[in-house]
């Protein structure tokens, strides 16, 4: 379990995809992001772009500034294995699900084919989280809507609580008036 969540540590959203960068993938293999790369280089038609991108320089920076912070904060928990800093490297390839699973393909190795099962299984654990929370959001809408229900019904309540307060507040006045006219038996 330790290892998946390793994993989805690893997971980034860019472009409104689930990706995971070259050089954590190669970490994960036990091989050089440069042996990686080498590698879908040789098969590049096996990865359109949904299921392989390169990052642009603005994409990266941020994403490093966010992986700089996270292993600030979880330092204590996980040993993580990013670089802080590559100089004199090309930008680096974002694999989306689809992606990773395409890797298994060309990177035949025991280590690499159960690395490959235990990132599927944190993506569908992530994916499981994300329905959970939808599921959330849908059931807090519902409580919502029934709360504005309720709203309406208390406040015709109250209205008619209102009005019956009102009627013996002046039943009250009418039998408390002055009487004027002849009044016997006094």
Wanted: aromatic share 6%; glycine share 2%.
């Amino acid at each position: 379990m330790q290892i998946i969540q390793s994993i989805q540590n690893r997971i980034y959203t860019l472009r409104g995809e689930r990706v995971m960068l070259d050089f954590d993938l190669a970490a994960l293999y036990e091989v050089e992001t440069r042996v990686l790369n080498q590698a879908v280089k040789r098969n590049i038609k096996r990865f359109p772009d949904d299921f392989m991108f390169q990052l642009t320089k603005k994409e990266f920076e941020a994403l490093r500034l966010h992986i700089d912070t996270s292993t600030q904060s979880m330092s204590s928990q996980i040993v993580m294995t990013y670089p802080i800093r590559r100089p004199n490297t090309a930008l680096p390839l974002a694999f989306t699900e689809q992606g990773i699973a395409m890797l298994s393909g060309i990177l035949n190795s025991d280590k690499a084919i159960n690395m490959n099962i235990n990132i599927m299984r944190a993506f569908v654990a992530i994916r499981k989280i994300v329905l959970q929370q939808q599921d959330i959001k849908e059931q807090l809408r519902e409580i919502k809507e029934r709360l504005s229900e309720h709203d309406v019904q208390l406040s015709q309540i109250y209205d008619a609580m209102e009005n019956i307060l009102d009627e013996k507040a002046s039943q009250r006045k009418w039998d408390e008036r002055n009487r004027i006219g002849f009044k016997p038996n006094e």
